[in-house]
C-alpha cells in the first residue's frame, strides 16, 4: 500500500534546528518530485522544498539559506534539515511527490509531523 510516514518534528526554540524524515513506499519514491510541505495553521498547505528533474532543488523563498532537502535511494527516504528556524516555521510537515511540479501529488497525505517553533 502506498504509505508517506513523517517523523523527527518537535518542540524547538528560535534559532534551533531539526532534521526531518519521510519515509515513503517503493511505488510513491522517486528521486525526482518528492517535496517537503507545510501547513500552518489557518493557511493553506505550501510547497516548502522539492527535487526537480537532473538532481536539482527548489526551495520556498522563505526557507531558502536555512532548510536543505536530502534524500537516501536506498531507504526510499527523503530528510528536511531545518536549521535557524524561526516562530513561523510552526506547521505540519508532509512529504510527497509531485512529479511534474503542477501541483499535483500521487499519494495521499501522511498523517505528518508537528514543528513548533517557540519565541
Known amino acids: 500500500q502506498a504509505q508517506l510516514v513523517e517523523s523527527g518534528g518537535g518542540l524547538v526554540q528560535a534559532g534551533g534546528s531539526l532534521r526531518l524524515s519521510c519515509a515513503a513506499s517503493g511505488s510513491i519514491f522517486s528521486i525526482s518530485g518528492m517535496g517537503w510541505y507545510r501547513r500552518a495553521p489557518g493557511k493553506q498547505r505550501e510547497l516548502v522544498a522539492r527535487f526537480i528533474d537532473g538532481g536539482s532543488t527548489y526551495y520556498a523563498a522563505s526557507v531558502k539559506g536555512r532548510f536543505t532537502i536530502s534524500r537516501d535511494n536506498a531507504k526510499n527516504t527523503v530528510y528536511l534539515q531545518m536549521n535557524s528556524l524561526k516562530p513561523e516555521d510552526t506547521a505540519v510537515y508532509y512529504c510527497?511527490?509531485?512529479?511534474?511540479?503542477?501541483?499535483?501529488?500521487?499519494?495521499?497525505w501522511g498523517q505528518g509531523t508537528q514543528v513548533t517553533v517557540s519565541s
Open positions: 510527497n511527490r509531485d512529479p511534474t511540479g503542477n501541483g499535483l501529488v500521487v499519494a495521499r
